[in-house]
């Protein structure tokens, strides 16, 4: 079982930047598959950033260029830098994981955390 506590979010003007993290209790760099999604009031869940198990990122095109995914192996800590932040940006962040088998076989992640809300305003 592995669990996924986020943080890092907060209030912010547009323009700015945050930087959001999720700590993992497992070590899961570098074979876990893992993800930041968001969800605002209203909206379904969308997926923001991954990073495969081999190292590979991807992005939505509403963020590309402006947000970063990256991990840090020695804290087994995922973090998304966000930057120049819309107010459209405003959602709660939720970081996922999943072990490659299961990742492969459903395409979807099976851990995630709690959630860290970005609030942009204009």
């Known amino acids: 079982q592995v669990q996924l506590v986020e943080s890092g979010g907060g209030s912010v003007q547009a323009g700015q930047s945050l930087r959001l993290s999720c700590a993992t209790s497992t070590y899961t760099y570098p074979t876990y598959y893992m993800g930041w999604f968001r969800q605002a009031p209203g909206k379904e869940r969308e997926e923001v950033a991954t990073?495969?198990?081999?190292?590979?990122?991807n992005y939505a095109d509403s963020v590309k260029g402006r947000f970063t995914i990256s991990q840090d192996n020695a804290k087994d800590t995922l973090y998304l830098q966000m930057n120049s932040l819309k107010p459209e940006d405003t959602a709660m962040y939720y970081c996922?994981?999943?072990?490659?088998?299961?990742?492969?076989?459903?395409?979807?992640?099976?851990?995630w955390g709690q959630g860290t809300q970005v609030t942009v305003s204009s």
């Open positions: 996922a994981a999943a072990e490659p088998p299961y990742f492969r076989l459903h395409n979807r992640y099976n851990y």
């Open positions: 990073i495969d198990s081999g190292g590979s990122t």
